[in-house]
């Protein structure tokens, strides 16, 4: 299982300190929506790779429309992953696996409350990394029953991520379901000791 560290809300240079007292402990930063969307793709994603050259940086933009264009100008800016809902049309879906796959890139497919029915068919992307994402809102209540019912709608093969509530005591159970990537927000970014707190997750992730 990989961590992946999710950045939301705040000054990109609280970006850079975030990341840089995380560490090592984290596999894959997520540049979150609303960086991306205050800052610009170039100053957001291309920014924070050019200081941290040798992460592996997931951009959140979660596309809707013109998958593509929007998938084309992420990879541009040096993302190695982007973010597509599960509910768009699957012809914007197949446009942007079709461009992650001309630039060498991956690609997540965002299940967040896309219909069962939708995410059966999703079941044929079979090189997406797909993110089962309970609401923050719900503050993590029902993010087990989300990962059970969706791991059974997609494939046994399918590579998934949890999202929405993660905590330490919930990975135990994501790994047991076959979850290949925790992804954590606040517990981490907003914890007081941003590098212990990494490393604790980091330590029940890899363990």
Not at 56 to 74: H, N, P, Q, S, W
Not at 108 to 115: F, V
Not at 197 to 203: C, E, Q, R, V
Request: proline share 2%; net charge negative; charged share 30%.
């Amino acid at each position: 299982m990989l961590l992946q560290m999710a950045i939301d809300r705040v000054s990109l240079e609280e970006a850079e300190r975030i990341i840089r007292e995380a560490g090592d402990s984290v596999d894959i930063i997520e540049v979150g929506t609303s960086l991306i969307k205050e800052f610009g793709i170039t100053r957001s994603i291309e920014g924070l790779k050019s200081r941290f050259p040798g992460r592996r940086l997931l951009a959140d933009i979660k596309v809707m429309d013109e998958g593509a264009y929007e998938f084309g100008k992420t990879y541009e800016a040096d993302a190695d992953i982007a973010t597509v809902m599960g509910v768009a049309a699957m012809a914007t879906i197949e446009a942007c696996r079709d461009t992650a796959r001309c630039f060498g890139m991956e690609y997540m497919i965002d299940l967040l409350e896309t219909p069962d029915e939708k995410i059966r068919a999703l079941a044929a992307f079979g090189d997406a990394i797909f993110c089962l994402h309970l609401p923050s809102d719900l503050a993590g209540e029902g993010l087990r029953e989300l990962v059970i019912r969706e791991k059974i709608l997609l494939n046994r093969s399918s590579r998934t991520a949890a999202a929405g509530g993660v905590t330490l005591e919930s990975i135990p159970f994501l790994k047991q379901a076959g979850v290949d990537i925790a992804v954590v927000g606040s517990a981490i970014t907003k914890n007081e000791n941003i590098g212990r707190a990494a490393a604790a997750f980091a330590d029940a992730v890899h363990e």
